[in-house]
């Protein structure tokens, strides 16, 4: 693997990004059609309340990423722009509710995740599982991918999910096990590994899926040594994209990663055992998740 040099960020919120990072602003009708569909449903998806740089394309394609259980988590990782708080009940029409956009929508790809209740028995694995069921009595050939939280401490949550049938079970690790004090306190780096390998040996048959990003102050021997903790999980797929910092109370962008590192990254994730590695710039979990299942199972043919 060539060295991968990353430009240096002072890591101030309004620093001008490097040219490959910019993209144009939601405009399209069907972006239009898709936030009045989102607001008449009562849904909320993580490509808005993340700020997703990737919203405008996924929304233009007609696809999105559906954020269940409401839109206040009760964690505070430094990455995020989901706001923390005390989260409202849990709304029993939900899934229905996105059967029913799923269905209007004539999505192929249907990606389902939530905000961290920890509030919650469950963790909120009962809402994942009546999602699925939902979507999946609505369309039956739909395929499901889930993007879960860590159910930390939650009996059974994990076994909840992977019963109602997803085709896909993901997870993020996010960032290297030394970050994870400073970005992702309410986690373990552990915890997240073992959910992935433990949703693998409840249904060997199922994709599994990993993601992290980079610009955090990671070195390259850490991330390489997180590819290889994921390959030992029997991890599937893989994504690596850039950390961009939503404001000024988040973490710092430490360096800004050439799209040139993301190739070097992406080859080496590739040649480590992924069936499919998604690593650039604007990659984010449920980016073209779709394509990337879909070039997965052609590749496997």
Partial sequence: MQKVIPIQADGGVNMPKPRWLKVKAPLSPEYQRLVGLMREKRLNTVCEEASCPNIGDCWHKGSATFMILGR???????????ETGRPDAVDTEEPAHIAEAVA??????????????????????AQFGASIRAVRGEKPDVVIEVLTPDFRRKPDALETVVKAGPDIFNHNLETVPRLYHSVRPGARYFTSLR????????????TTKSGIMVGLGEELHEVL????????????????GQYLRPSVRH???????????????KQCAER?????????PLTRSSFHAGEVYAAMKQASI
């Fill in 72 to 82: 206040v988590c009760t964690r505070a990782c430094a990455f995020c722009d989901v």
């Fill in 104 to 125: 209007l929508m004539d999505l192929k790809h249907v990606v389902i995740t939530s905000v961290d209740r920890d509030d919650l028995p469950d963790g909120g694995a």
């Fill in 195 to 206: 959910l992935l390998q433990q949703a693998k040996e409840a249904a060997p048959g199922i």
């Fill in 225 to 240: 040594q997180v590819l290889d903790d994921l390959r030992e999980a029997d991890v599937d797929i893989l994504t690596i």
């Fill in 251 to 265: 973490h710092p962008v430490v360096r800004y990663w050439e799209p040139e590192a993301f190739d070097d990254l």
């Fill in 272 to 280: 480590k055992g992924f069936k499919m590695v998604a690593c650039s």
